[in-house]
Protein backbone atom coordinates (compact mmCIF):
# COMPACT_ATOMS: atom_id res chain seq x y z
CA UNK A 1 0.00 0.00 0.00
CA UNK A 2 1.50 3.23 -0.87
CA UNK A 3 -0.64 6.38 0.63
CA UNK A 4 0.05 9.95 -1.50
CA UNK A 5 -1.35 13.02 -1.49
CA UNK A 6 -2.95 15.05 -4.20
CA UNK A 7 -4.86 17.54 -5.59
CA UNK A 8 -5.48 20.85 -3.91
CA UNK A 9 -3.30 20.13 -1.35
CA UNK A 10 0.11 19.46 -3.51
CA UNK A 11 -0.75 22.54 -5.83
CA UNK A 12 -0.89 25.05 -3.23
CA UNK A 13 1.93 24.07 -1.79
CA UNK A 14 4.06 24.41 -4.56
CA UNK A 15 2.08 27.72 -4.94
CA UNK A 16 3.58 28.71 -1.50
CA UNK A 17 0.03 28.89 -0.10
CA UNK A 18 -1.85 28.08 2.87
CA UNK A 19 -3.07 24.39 2.49
CA UNK A 20 -6.45 23.87 4.86
CA UNK A 21 -7.63 20.47 3.42
CA UNK A 22 -5.46 17.80 2.51
CA UNK A 23 -6.72 15.14 0.38
CA UNK A 24 -4.89 11.09 -0.17
CA UNK A 25 -4.64 8.55 -2.72
CA UNK A 26 -4.09 5.16 -1.57
CA UNK A 27 -2.30 2.81 -4.66
CA UNK A 28 -2.63 -1.18 -3.97
CA UNK A 29 -4.88 -1.84 -1.51
CA UNK A 30 -8.56 -2.96 -1.57
CA UNK A 31 -11.39 -1.86 0.63
CA UNK A 32 -11.19 -4.74 3.12
CA UNK A 33 -7.55 -3.91 3.93
CA UNK A 34 -9.10 -0.41 4.80
CA UNK A 35 -11.25 -1.23 7.25
CA UNK A 36 -8.75 -3.22 8.70
CA UNK A 37 -5.98 -0.56 9.67
CA UNK A 38 -9.39 1.74 10.59
CA UNK A 39 -10.77 3.54 8.26
CA UNK A 40 -14.24 4.46 8.66
CA UNK A 41 -16.25 4.30 4.74
CA UNK A 42 -17.90 7.51 3.66
CA UNK A 43 -21.07 7.31 1.78
CA UNK A 44 -22.03 4.26 -0.62
CA UNK A 45 -20.51 5.76 -4.18
CA UNK A 46 -17.08 5.91 -4.71
CA UNK A 47 -14.03 3.53 -2.03
CA UNK A 48 -13.69 7.17 0.09
CA UNK A 49 -12.60 6.75 3.42
CA UNK A 50 -12.06 8.71 6.42
CA UNK A 51 -8.72 8.43 8.59
CA UNK A 52 -9.06 7.04 12.45
CA UNK A 53 -7.41 9.59 13.54
CA UNK A 54 -7.23 12.58 11.48
CA UNK A 55 -10.42 12.68 9.92
CA UNK A 56 -9.10 13.43 6.12
CA UNK A 57 -9.82 11.64 3.23
CA UNK A 58 -8.01 8.42 1.81
CA UNK A 59 -9.69 7.61 -1.75
CA UNK A 60 -8.14 3.67 -3.06
CA UNK A 61 -6.98 4.96 -6.90
CA UNK A 62 -9.75 4.53 -8.93
CA UNK A 63 -10.34 4.85 -12.91
CA UNK A 64 -13.83 6.48 -13.84
CA UNK A 65 -16.05 6.30 -17.00
CA UNK A 66 -18.94 8.76 -17.61
CA UNK A 67 -22.04 5.85 -18.32
CA UNK A 68 -24.87 8.53 -18.70
CA UNK A 69 -26.14 12.48 -18.12
CA UNK A 70 -25.43 14.53 -15.13
CA UNK A 71 -23.32 13.49 -11.88
CA UNK A 72 -25.10 10.04 -11.13
CA UNK A 73 -23.55 9.09 -14.53
CA UNK A 74 -20.44 7.44 -13.44
CA UNK A 75 -18.86 3.59 -13.25
CA UNK A 76 -15.78 3.89 -11.42
CA UNK A 77 -13.11 0.77 -11.29
CA UNK A 78 -10.76 0.56 -7.79
CA UNK A 79 -8.84 -2.22 -7.18
CA UNK A 80 -4.85 -2.33 -6.32
CA UNK A 81 -3.45 -2.77 -9.80
CA UNK A 82 -5.32 0.90 -10.40
CA UNK A 83 -2.01 3.02 -10.68
CA UNK A 84 -1.14 6.47 -9.83
CA UNK A 85 -0.60 7.49 -13.00
CA UNK A 86 -3.98 6.32 -14.32
CA UNK A 87 -5.92 7.90 -11.15
CA UNK A 88 -4.13 11.10 -12.14
CA UNK A 89 -5.60 11.17 -15.64
CA UNK A 90 -9.10 11.30 -14.74
CA UNK A 91 -8.75 14.94 -12.88
CA UNK A 92 -9.85 17.68 -14.05
CA UNK A 93 -6.74 20.53 -14.61
CA UNK A 94 -2.85 19.58 -15.06
CA UNK A 95 -2.21 21.67 -11.81
CA UNK A 96 -4.56 19.00 -9.50
CA UNK A 97 -3.83 15.92 -10.81
CA UNK A 98 -0.01 15.78 -9.20
CA UNK A 99 0.54 13.56 -6.47
CA UNK A 100 3.07 13.89 -3.36
CA UNK A 101 4.55 11.09 -1.54
CA UNK A 102 6.24 11.48 2.60
CA UNK A 103 9.26 12.49 1.28
CA UNK A 104 7.60 15.47 -0.95
CA UNK A 105 8.47 13.48 -4.40
CA UNK A 106 6.45 14.94 -7.07
CA UNK A 107 4.83 12.59 -9.31
CA UNK A 108 3.56 14.74 -12.28
CA UNK A 109 2.95 12.92 -15.02
CA UNK A 110 0.90 15.35 -16.62
CA UNK A 111 3.24 18.48 -16.24
CA UNK A 112 1.17 20.42 -13.53
CA UNK A 113 4.31 21.96 -12.50
CA UNK A 114 4.80 23.22 -15.48
CA UNK A 115 1.31 24.78 -16.07
CA UNK A 116 1.89 26.26 -12.62
CA UNK A 117 5.02 27.95 -13.50
CA UNK A 118 3.36 29.03 -16.73
CA UNK A 119 0.35 29.98 -14.76
CA UNK A 120 -2.07 27.77 -16.94
CA UNK A 121 -5.42 26.16 -15.81
CA UNK A 122 -5.17 23.54 -18.46
CA UNK A 123 -6.97 20.33 -18.46
CA UNK A 124 -5.39 17.15 -18.06
CA UNK A 125 -7.25 14.27 -21.26
CA UNK A 126 -10.31 14.61 -22.87
CA UNK A 127 -12.34 13.07 -19.83
CA UNK A 128 -12.62 16.66 -18.48
CA UNK A 129 -15.67 16.50 -20.41
CA UNK A 130 -16.92 14.01 -18.60
CA UNK A 131 -18.10 16.06 -15.76
CA UNK A 132 -19.39 19.80 -16.59
CA UNK A 133 -19.25 21.34 -13.00
CA UNK A 134 -15.63 21.61 -14.39
CA UNK A 135 -16.85 24.57 -16.18
CA UNK A 136 -17.42 26.21 -13.30
CA UNK A 137 -14.41 24.87 -11.55
CA UNK A 138 -12.06 26.46 -13.46
CA UNK A 139 -13.52 29.85 -13.74
CA UNK A 140 -13.65 29.56 -10.05
CA UNK A 141 -9.64 28.46 -9.94
CA UNK A 142 -9.39 31.55 -12.69
CA UNK A 143 -11.38 34.13 -10.42
CA UNK A 144 -8.84 32.69 -7.52
CA UNK A 145 -5.70 32.75 -8.84
CA UNK A 146 -5.81 35.50 -11.36
CA UNK A 147 -4.05 37.94 -9.27
CA UNK A 148 -1.22 35.51 -9.97
CA UNK A 149 -1.85 35.74 -12.82
CA UNK A 150 -2.94 32.70 -14.05
CA UNK A 151 -5.38 32.08 -17.68
CA UNK A 152 -7.14 29.50 -19.08
CA UNK A 153 -5.37 27.52 -21.82
CA UNK A 154 -7.22 28.37 -25.12
CA UNK A 155 -7.78 24.34 -25.79
CA UNK A 156 -9.52 24.21 -22.61
CA UNK A 157 -11.35 27.24 -22.93
CA UNK A 158 -12.75 25.21 -26.30
CA UNK A 159 -13.16 22.17 -24.53
CA UNK A 160 -15.23 24.50 -21.78
CA UNK A 161 -17.34 26.20 -24.90
CA UNK A 162 -18.41 22.56 -26.17
CA UNK A 163 -19.34 21.69 -22.83
CA UNK A 164 -21.60 24.25 -22.89
CA UNK A 165 -23.44 24.43 -26.07
CA UNK A 166 -23.53 20.89 -25.71
CA UNK A 167 -26.17 21.15 -23.33
CA UNK A 168 -24.40 19.08 -20.76
CA UNK A 169 -24.44 21.76 -18.24
CA UNK A 170 -28.49 21.60 -17.86
CA UNK A 171 -27.67 18.74 -16.18
CA UNK A 172 -25.96 19.78 -12.74
CA UNK A 173 -27.99 19.92 -9.96
CA UNK A 174 -29.03 23.40 -8.36
CA UNK A 175 -26.79 22.65 -4.85
CA UNK A 176 -23.51 21.75 -7.21
CA UNK A 177 -23.74 24.71 -9.19
CA UNK A 178 -24.75 27.16 -6.45
CA UNK A 179 -21.73 25.15 -4.09
CA UNK A 180 -19.69 26.61 -6.93
CA UNK A 181 -21.09 29.51 -7.64
CA UNK A 182 -20.78 30.82 -4.19
CA UNK A 183 -17.11 29.81 -3.58
CA UNK A 184 -16.32 31.58 -6.69
CA UNK A 185 -18.21 34.98 -5.59
CA UNK A 186 -15.89 34.66 -2.38
CA UNK A 187 -12.83 34.68 -4.69
CA UNK A 188 -10.61 37.81 -4.57
CA UNK A 189 -11.56 38.56 -8.50
CA UNK A 190 -15.53 37.09 -8.74
CA UNK A 191 -15.78 39.34 -11.50
CA UNK A 192 -12.99 36.35 -12.89
CA UNK A 193 -15.81 33.97 -12.51
CA UNK A 194 -18.57 35.37 -14.56
CA UNK A 195 -15.85 36.76 -17.75
CA UNK A 196 -14.54 33.18 -17.71
CA UNK A 197 -18.27 31.86 -18.00
CA UNK A 198 -19.13 34.14 -20.39
CA UNK A 199 -15.82 33.51 -22.90
CA UNK A 200 -16.93 29.69 -22.75
CA UNK A 201 -20.24 30.51 -23.43
CA UNK A 202 -21.43 28.95 -20.58
CA UNK A 203 -22.78 32.28 -18.68
CA UNK A 204 -25.93 32.43 -21.20
CA UNK A 205 -26.74 28.95 -20.39
CA UNK A 206 -26.17 29.26 -16.29
CA UNK A 207 -27.35 32.70 -16.29
CA UNK A 208 -28.76 34.32 -19.62
CA UNK A 209 -30.24 36.94 -17.54
CA UNK A 210 -26.45 38.21 -16.48
CA UNK A 211 -25.31 37.57 -20.23
CA UNK A 212 -27.57 39.71 -21.31
CA UNK A 213 -26.39 42.56 -20.08
CA UNK A 214 -23.20 43.11 -21.75
CA UNK A 215 -23.39 45.20 -25.14
CA UNK A 216 -26.48 47.53 -23.10
CA UNK A 217 -25.32 51.06 -22.90
CA UNK A 218 -26.48 53.39 -19.79
CA UNK A 219 -26.03 57.11 -19.76
CA UNK A 220 -22.70 58.36 -19.96
CA UNK A 221 -23.25 60.86 -17.60
CA UNK A 222 -23.96 58.85 -14.66
CA UNK A 223 -21.93 54.91 -15.97
CA UNK A 224 -18.70 56.71 -17.74
CA UNK A 225 -18.00 52.84 -18.41
CA UNK A 226 -21.28 52.80 -19.94
CA UNK A 227 -21.80 49.20 -20.94
CA UNK A 228 -23.92 47.51 -18.24
CA UNK A 229 -22.62 44.13 -18.16
CA UNK A 230 -18.81 45.81 -17.39
CA UNK A 231 -20.35 47.71 -14.86
CA UNK A 232 -21.95 44.63 -13.21
CA UNK A 233 -18.43 43.20 -13.41
CA UNK A 234 -16.77 46.22 -12.13
CA UNK A 235 -19.38 46.27 -9.07
CA UNK A 236 -18.37 42.57 -8.08
CA UNK A 237 -15.13 43.75 -8.03
CA UNK A 238 -15.78 46.69 -5.50
CA UNK A 239 -17.41 44.07 -3.48
CA UNK A 240 -14.42 41.66 -3.17
CA UNK A 241 -12.27 44.71 -2.49
CA UNK A 242 -14.52 45.67 0.00
CA UNK A 243 -14.39 42.49 1.48
CA UNK A 244 -18.27 41.93 1.50
CA UNK A 245 -20.48 38.92 2.63
CA UNK A 246 -21.95 36.22 -0.19
CA UNK A 247 -25.57 38.11 0.60
CA UNK A 248 -23.79 41.53 -0.47
CA UNK A 249 -21.88 39.70 -3.84
CA UNK A 250 -25.43 38.15 -4.85
CA UNK A 251 -26.67 41.52 -4.64
CA UNK A 252 -24.00 43.08 -6.44
CA UNK A 253 -24.40 40.32 -9.51
CA UNK A 254 -28.17 40.66 -9.57
CA UNK A 255 -28.83 44.40 -9.05
CA UNK A 256 -29.43 45.68 -12.60
CA UNK A 257 -30.85 42.57 -14.41
CA UNK A 258 -33.50 44.85 -15.67
CA UNK A 259 -31.92 46.83 -18.05
CA UNK A 260 -31.47 43.78 -19.96
CA UNK A 261 -35.44 43.79 -20.76
CA UNK A 262 -35.44 47.30 -22.05
CA UNK A 263 -36.06 47.98 -25.74
CA UNK A 264 -33.04 49.07 -27.79
CA UNK A 265 -35.24 52.60 -28.87
CA UNK A 266 -35.57 53.35 -25.02
CA UNK A 267 -31.46 52.72 -24.66
CA UNK A 268 -29.39 54.15 -22.55
CA UNK A 269 -32.46 55.16 -19.93
CA UNK A 270 -33.43 52.07 -18.34
CA UNK A 271 -36.65 53.34 -16.84
CA UNK A 272 -38.67 51.11 -13.91
CA UNK A 273 -35.53 48.50 -14.37
CA UNK A 274 -35.47 48.10 -10.54
CA UNK A 275 -38.81 46.69 -10.90
CA UNK A 276 -39.00 44.91 -14.11
CA UNK A 277 -35.77 42.98 -12.68
CA UNK A 278 -37.33 41.42 -10.33
CA UNK A 279 -38.94 38.62 -11.97
CA UNK A 280 -35.81 37.78 -13.40
CA UNK A 281 -33.98 38.07 -10.16
CA UNK A 282 -36.52 35.64 -8.69
CA UNK A 283 -35.58 33.09 -11.28
CA UNK A 284 -31.78 32.87 -11.27
CA UNK A 285 -32.76 32.63 -7.15
CA UNK A 286 -35.08 29.61 -8.03
CA UNK A 287 -32.46 28.07 -10.51
CA UNK A 288 -29.49 27.86 -8.16
CA UNK A 289 -31.82 26.87 -4.84
CA UNK A 290 -29.99 30.03 -3.48
CA UNK A 291 -30.29 30.27 0.06
CA UNK A 292 -32.77 33.10 1.02
CA UNK A 293 -30.41 35.38 3.07
CA UNK A 294 -29.08 35.97 -0.66
CA UNK A 295 -32.43 35.60 -2.26
CA UNK A 296 -34.12 38.39 0.17
CA UNK A 297 -31.06 40.55 -0.66
CA UNK A 298 -30.89 40.11 -4.20
CA UNK A 299 -34.62 41.17 -4.47
CA UNK A 300 -34.39 44.21 -2.30
CA UNK A 301 -31.48 45.31 -3.31
CA UNK A 302 -32.73 44.83 -6.93
CA UNK A 303 -35.77 46.84 -6.09
CA UNK A 304 -34.62 50.07 -4.01
CA UNK A 305 -31.02 50.54 -5.22
CA UNK A 306 -31.80 53.62 -6.67
CA UNK A 307 -33.81 54.53 -3.93
CA UNK A 308 -30.25 54.33 -1.80
CA UNK A 309 -28.42 56.82 -4.30
CA UNK A 310 -30.91 58.93 -4.33
CA UNK A 311 -31.43 59.09 -0.19
CA UNK A 312 -30.63 62.51 0.22
CA UNK A 313 -33.38 63.65 -2.02
CA UNK A 314 -35.83 61.49 -0.78
CA UNK A 315 -39.19 62.64 1.10
CA UNK A 316 -39.06 61.35 4.31
CA UNK A 317 -42.31 59.74 3.92
CA UNK A 318 -40.74 57.79 0.93
CA UNK A 319 -37.41 57.14 3.55
CA UNK A 320 -39.86 55.74 5.64
CA UNK A 321 -41.37 53.91 3.20
CA UNK A 322 -38.06 52.29 2.27
CA UNK A 323 -37.17 51.44 5.97
CA UNK A 324 -40.56 49.81 6.88
CA UNK A 325 -39.88 47.21 3.82
CA UNK A 326 -36.51 46.36 4.71
CA UNK A 327 -38.33 46.20 8.27
CA UNK A 328 -34.95 48.26 9.68
CA UNK A 329 -36.11 47.65 13.45
CA UNK A 330 -36.16 44.01 13.55
CA UNK A 331 -33.20 43.30 10.60
CA UNK A 332 -30.56 45.84 11.25
CA UNK A 333 -27.99 43.88 9.23
CA UNK A 334 -30.10 43.17 6.57
CA UNK A 335 -30.44 46.93 5.60
CA UNK A 336 -26.53 47.72 6.30
CA UNK A 337 -26.46 45.42 3.28
CA UNK A 338 -28.28 47.18 0.96
CA UNK A 339 -26.25 49.94 1.99
CA UNK A 340 -22.90 48.05 1.28
CA UNK A 341 -24.51 47.18 -2.44
CA UNK A 342 -25.82 50.16 -3.01
CA UNK A 343 -22.26 51.91 -2.26
CA UNK A 344 -20.38 48.75 -4.42
CA UNK A 345 -22.94 49.47 -7.33
CA UNK A 346 -21.44 53.62 -7.38
CA UNK A 347 -18.12 52.49 -6.83
CA UNK A 348 -18.28 49.98 -9.77
CA UNK A 349 -18.22 53.29 -12.07
CA UNK A 350 -15.30 53.88 -14.61
CA UNK A 351 -12.90 56.27 -12.63
CA UNK A 352 -15.75 56.72 -9.50
CA UNK A 353 -14.33 54.04 -7.49
CA UNK A 354 -12.96 56.28 -4.84
CA UNK A 355 -15.44 58.74 -4.82
CA UNK A 356 -17.43 59.40 -0.92
CA UNK A 357 -20.90 57.68 -0.83
CA UNK A 358 -22.42 60.18 2.18
CA UNK A 359 -26.00 58.67 0.82
CA UNK A 360 -24.44 55.52 3.16
CA UNK A 361 -24.10 57.38 6.35
CA UNK A 362 -27.31 59.82 5.85
CA UNK A 363 -29.18 55.96 5.43
CA UNK A 364 -28.30 54.78 8.62
CA UNK A 365 -28.78 58.11 10.54
CA UNK A 366 -32.31 57.61 8.85
CA UNK A 367 -32.40 54.15 10.47
CA UNK A 368 -31.46 55.28 13.60
CA UNK A 369 -33.68 58.08 13.81
CA UNK A 370 -37.25 56.05 12.72
CA UNK A 371 -35.92 53.39 15.11
CA UNK A 372 -35.58 55.47 18.43
CA UNK A 373 -39.60 56.07 18.65
CA UNK A 374 -40.66 54.40 21.73
CA UNK A 375 -43.73 52.30 21.30
CA UNK A 376 -44.05 52.26 25.08
CA UNK A 377 -45.57 55.82 25.74
CA UNK A 378 -47.96 54.86 22.75
CA UNK A 379 -49.22 52.55 24.67
CA UNK A 380 -49.69 54.66 27.78
CA UNK A 381 -51.62 56.86 25.76
CA UNK A 382 -53.77 53.83 24.57
CA UNK A 383 -53.06 52.79 20.93
CA UNK A 384 -53.72 48.75 20.26
CA UNK A 385 -53.76 47.13 17.35
CA UNK A 386 -53.67 48.31 13.78
CA UNK A 387 -53.87 52.23 15.39
CA UNK A 388 -51.15 51.28 17.57
CA UNK A 389 -49.32 50.74 14.10
CA UNK A 390 -50.54 53.67 12.39
CA UNK A 391 -49.09 56.03 15.45
CA UNK A 392 -45.73 54.26 15.28
CA UNK A 393 -45.49 54.95 12.27
CA UNK A 394 -46.74 58.51 12.43
CA UNK A 395 -43.69 58.85 15.19
CA UNK A 396 -41.02 57.58 13.01
CA UNK A 397 -42.64 59.57 10.32
CA UNK A 398 -42.10 62.88 12.54
CA UNK A 399 -38.48 61.50 13.37
CA UNK A 400 -37.18 61.29 9.96
CA UNK A 401 -38.85 64.85 9.26
CA UNK A 402 -36.61 66.16 11.56
CA UNK A 403 -33.62 64.33 11.24
CA UNK A 404 -33.68 65.45 7.31
CA UNK A 405 -34.64 69.09 8.80
CA UNK A 406 -31.44 68.68 11.00
CA UNK A 407 -29.41 68.28 8.08
CA UNK A 408 -30.21 70.40 5.37
N1 LIG B 1 -11.51 16.82 -8.91
C1 LIG B 1 -11.76 16.68 -10.27
N2 LIG B 1 -12.99 17.02 -10.79
C2 LIG B 1 -13.96 17.48 -9.97
C3 LIG B 1 -13.73 17.63 -8.60
C4 LIG B 1 -12.48 17.30 -8.09
O1 LIG B 1 -10.88 16.28 -11.01
N3 LIG B 1 -15.15 17.79 -10.50
C5 LIG B 1 -10.18 16.41 -8.39
C6 LIG B 1 -9.07 17.40 -8.57
O2 LIG B 1 -7.88 16.67 -8.74
C7 LIG B 1 -9.04 18.14 -7.24
C8 LIG B 1 -9.36 17.02 -6.27
O3 LIG B 1 -10.27 16.18 -6.99
O4 LIG B 1 -7.79 18.72 -7.01
C9 LIG B 1 -9.97 17.48 -4.97
O5 LIG B 1 -11.15 18.19 -5.23
P1 LIG B 1 -11.63 19.41 -4.33
O6 LIG B 1 -11.35 19.12 -2.90
O7 LIG B 1 -13.03 19.73 -4.75
O8 LIG B 1 -10.77 20.62 -4.88
P2 LIG B 1 -9.33 21.16 -4.56
O9 LIG B 1 -8.51 20.99 -5.80
O10 LIG B 1 -8.78 20.62 -3.29
O11 LIG B 1 -9.57 22.69 -4.51
P3 LIG B 1 -10.16 23.65 -3.40
O12 LIG B 1 -8.96 24.36 -2.90
O13 LIG B 1 -11.07 24.54 -4.18
O14 LIG B 1 -10.89 22.81 -2.40
Known sequence: MRIYKVGGAVRDRLLG????????????ATTEEMLAKGFRPVGADFPV??????????ALARTERKSGRGYGGFTFHASPEVTLEEDLIRRDLT??????????NLTDPYHGQRDLDARLLRHVSPAFAEDPLRVLRVARFAARYAALGFTVAPETLELMRQLSVSGELEALTPERSWKEISRALMEDQPQVFVEVLRACDALKVLMPEVDALFGVPQPATHHPEIDTGAHTLSVLQQAAIHKQPLTVRWACLLHDLGKGLTPEEQWPQHIAHEFKGLKLIKAVNERFKVPRD???????????????HR????KPSTLLELLQSFDVYRRPQRFEEFIAACEMDARGRKGLEEKSYPQADYLRGAATAARSVAVQPLLEKGFKGPELGEAIKRERLKALKAYKAALS
Open 49 to 58: FLHPKSGEEY
Open 95 to 104: INAMAEDDQQ
Open 294 to 308: CQELALLVGEYHTHG
Open 17 to 28: KPVTDIDWVVVG
Open 311 to 314: ALEL
